[in-house]
């Protein structure tokens, strides 16, 4: 458990930062002991850094929680319940309860995270909530209001289970975390294409777990349509999951990665989505197969950034629209943007000229729906609506993420103003406090719940101070901290 000095950088290579210390505990009390040691300084965990926000960076004292990674399951009557060290990977997890027959209530795109960077910003799948909707119990390491020394809280209801669920490290050091898990499951999954939104979003009532694509440049819907099934796996499933890794995992991202970083021609960008893509779909090819290996995909085989936004379902069409018309627009169409948009978005100030032209947006625009989440300030949190996910992905070079950025930028202001949508913690997130505020009506409760938690500000980087604890003038709710 020494400590070490050396520069992290996430898995999209966007973000990097260098703390004073960093440590890897590999126990509760390890935790505590870096906690006493390090009293005033800025405190911060990271996960497997599948995070293309500012989130994790940490000036201070790291902690890298991978060491801390059992998976212990006990029968409470008749359900099951799983306490998971936070620095375990979810794929990690969902083998682990597979060999009891079992698996987590949700099951996000990625398994490479580790279930504390999971929960903490709100990572998700389709047609369910959120995996943090259904944190049951919390272990927390943070600093005795009274006495200052440190101590595990554990936290398993009300206001502050709320806020613990997905909490982006402000509370203190998450330990542990418990849930109730369930028996594993069959999903089935094919691929149909659709002209209109309204005949994918009919399709929910048969497919819940469904997720779907818009192509750009075709403008047209793919949808993956999925669904939990008593039948037992297809005697194909491996063929079926063969061609989808071969085609999709590997030849897709290929492809996106050439138009991307070598071609960059719109003409050429343009032709593959509308012509050559379609043709590697199947479509109508039935495979039932294990819930964990059908509803995820191998995003981590190739480096890139990306955005999401959530909005409400009823602003879910005119979200779309709308984001046809400004990836047009970015793409060189200056026509792109309605009469209405432009009056729209005229008070707002947020267009250039040079944007037209900027970025050539170059993958399926994904979309997945999650139900309301009861946490304070996860994306999905409502109390009633479902939010539907819209994510971007760019494979472009770094030094060339320039127009992607720009574009991030505007379409982050523009959804929150128009449909108030709300940026993905964990993505890029271009916001400021001023749009946050307006987006998360719990905010304050948030705040408050943080303030008896960690009064002095420990366990914030610059980042979630800035965005989630300035105050009316712009400064930050922090105190000064000793670097030890």
């Keep these: 458990m020494s400590s070490t000095q050396h520069t992290v950088q996430n898995f999209g290579r966007d973000v990097s930062f260098t703390p004073q210390k960093s440590y890897q505990p590999t126990s509760e009390a390890d935790v505590l002991r870096i906690l006493a040691e390090h009293r005033g300084s800025r405190i911060r965990v990271i996960g497997r850094l599948h995070s293309y926000s500012e989130a994790a960076c940490c000036e201070d004292v790291l902690l890298d929680l991978r060491l801390m990674n059992s998976v212990k399951v006990e029968q409470r009557g008749d359900r099951v319940w799983a306490t998971i060290g936070a620095g375990c990977q979810v794929k990690r997890v969902l083998a682990e309860l597979d060999q009891q027959g079992l698996t987590l209530p949700a ?182 197969g294990k819930s964990q290996d059908m509803l995820v995909m191998e995003h981590e085989l190739f480096r890139h950034v990306e955005i999401e936004l959530f909005v409400k379902r009823s602003k879910l069409e005119d979200s779309l629209n709308f984001v046809r018309e400004l990836v047009s627009y970015f793409d060189g169409n200056d026509f792109a943007l309605s009469a209405a948009t432009r009056e729209r978005l005229g008070p707002l100030n947020l267009l250039k000229p040079t944007d037209i032209g900027a970025y050539t947006h170059c993958y399926p625009i994904c979309i997945r729906r999650i139900l309301p989440d009861d946490t304070l300030i996860s994306m999905a949190s409502s109390d009633h609506e479902d939010s539907y996910s819209i994510s971007f992905n760019c494979y472009a070079r770094l030094a060339e993420l320039h127009g992607f950025n720009r574009f991030c930028e505007v379409l982050t202001h523009c959804m929150a103003h128009l449909f108030e949508a709300r940026p993905h913690w964990g993505k890029i997130s271009p916001m400021n406090a001023e749009l946050v505020k307006s987006l998360y009506l719990h905010l304050g409760d948030f705040q408050r719940i943080t303030a008896q938690f960690d009064p002095n500000a420990n366990f914030r980087n610059d980042w979630v101070s800035r965005l989630l604890f300035a105050d009316s003038n712009g400064s930050t709710q922090t105190k000064p901290r000793n670097r030890n």
Aim: a neutral charge; proline letters at 3%; hydrophobic letters at 45%.
């Design 107 to 288: 099951v996000g795109l990625i398994t490479e995270q580790a279930i504390v960077g999971a929960i903490s910003t709100g990572t998700h799948g389709s047609g369910k909530h959120s995996l943090s909707h259904y944190v049951a119990e919390v272990r927390i390491a943070t600093y005795d209001a009274e006495t200052a020394e440190p101590v595990i809280r554990t936290i398993n209801a009300g206001p502050e289970l709320q806020a613990a669920r997905c909490s982006l490290g402000c509370l203190g050091v998450i330990v542990s975390v418990s849930l109730w898990v369930r028996p594993q499951y069959n999903v089935e999954e094919h691929f149909q294409r659709y002209d209109t939104l309204a005949e994918v979003i009919a399709a929910e009532e048969q497919f819940s777990l469904q997720q779907f694509y818009v192509i750009p440049w075709r403008w047209d819907y793919w949808v993956q349509h999925r669904r939990e099934v008593a039948a037992p796996r297809s005697w194909l499933e491996w063929l079926y999951r063969a061609y989808f890794f071969i085609c999709m995992e590997v030849g897709l991202h290929l492809a996106v990665i050439f138009l991307s970083q070598f071609c960059r021609h719109r003409a050429a960008t343009h032709f593959f989505f509308r012509r050559v893509l379609p043709l590697t779909v199947i479509r109508g090819w039935k495979a039932v």
